[in-house]
């Protein structure tokens, strides 16, 4: 009895999770995405979340492209850029403690993060990304329209979903791809 008792809260508990799933922030936000790409015909393409997930998206993005960058030099790559264009960058970091800009010992260890930890990327590094690739890259995000870095360029933009809920940590980045005719997949 005390076993069933206990196997009835768990899936109690386990359905609960399911209307919460339903109704919470991460699926609301993946249908409304969903819905946006489909139509650009479009489908998000899931990518890892370890840290490297917006250099994985771009890398993904390229490999559409023929291109062969991988992470590991798409992050040195992005550390180079800024360290050479120290001053379109510095006055966007700033330290948590104090409030003040990035000290220059501070901006080389976050260069230096970007290329040895799985640090995340976000708009300053899309920013280096753009001008070294010399691409535009859209981001798509839920309750906002398109942010396009790099618009000066004019080439096809790489396309990217920016997630706010997508998992526990927080923020995600994704790739796209062509959506795919679940019609024709099916046979039907």
């Not at 386990?14 to 109704?23: D, F, K, Q, R, S």
């Not at 490297?52 to 590991?72: F, G, P, T």
């Not at 309750?143 to 618009?151: A, L, M, R």
């Not at 360029?153 to 791809?177: C, D, F, Q, T, W």
Request: with cysteine; net charge negative.
């Amino acid at each position: 009895e005390k076993k069933a008792a206990l196997e009835r809260e768990r899936e109690e508990r386990i359905a609960e999770a399911e209307v919460e799933n339903l109704t919470g922030a991460r699926h609301l936000e993946s249908q409304k995405l969903a819905h946006m790409l489909a139509a650009r015909e479009l489908e998000i393409k899931q990518i890892p979340s370890d840290g490297h997930c917006m250099y994985r998206a771009i890398e993904d993005q390229l490999k559409d492209q023929q291109n062969s960058w991988a992470v590991a030099n798409l992050r040195s790559q992005t550390a180079q850029y800024m360290q050479s264009h120290v001053d379109d960058f510095l006055p966007f970091l700033i330290n948590p403690n104090t409030g003040d800009m990035y000290s220059q010992e501070e901006f080389q260890k976050y260069c230096d993060d970007i290329v040895n930890t799985a640090a995340w990327g976000g708009q300053l590094e899309l920013r280096a990304l753009s001008h070294i690739l010399q691409t535009p890259i859209e981001v798509l995000q839920m309750d906002s329209p398109p942010i396009v870095v790099g618009e000066e360029y004019s080439r096809k933009p790489l396309i990217l979903v920016y997630m706010r809920h997508a998992y526990g940590l927080g923020e995600h980045y994704n790739s796209v791809k062509p959506l795919t005719d679940t019609a024709t997949e099916n046979g039907s």
